[in-house]
């Protein structure tokens, strides 16, 4: 089955419910997409937890570095991808093995094998090809600035 996006609103209610976003494939550079978008999430009040292997050990916008979302010790809303769409099955084992709430998948970034993965395992709550920054401005969510 030809996977498909919840609707807006739900979407939506995703944003507005998250406090914690993984963040799977965070660059540690300034100039990559996936940086830019974990620091405006930072600056909407969201706490980030940084998701890369290759850089375990450091930190990411103040954040200590995580190798997978097993490692994690907090409660996980939202596990926003940054990988390309072949590796995402590999990312849907990772997150059925946890209490993470929704799998997302940035901008040009899909696979029907995770989703059906996922959705085989319980997980339904699921958006790809999305860009959780621009969906978070077009919500009109207004969260408070948190220090974490």
Known sequence: MAFENPSQEVIFGYLRQAKNIAIVGLSNRPSRTS??????????????????????????????????????????????????????????????????????????VESDTAANFLRAHGKNDIVMNRCIKIELAYSGIKRPNIKH
């Open 35 to 108: 940086y830019l978008i974990a620091e405006a999430l930072q600056k909407d009040g969201y706490r980030i937890f940084p998701v890369n292997p290759l850089l375990l050990g450091e930190t990411i916008l103040g954040e200590k570095v995580y190798a997978n979302l097993k490692d994690i010790p907090e409660e996980i809303d939202i596990v926003n991808i940054f990988r390309r769409s072949e590796f995402l099955a590999e990312v849907a084992a990772d997150f059925v093995e946890t209490n993470a709430k929704v799998f997302w998948a940035q901008l040009d």
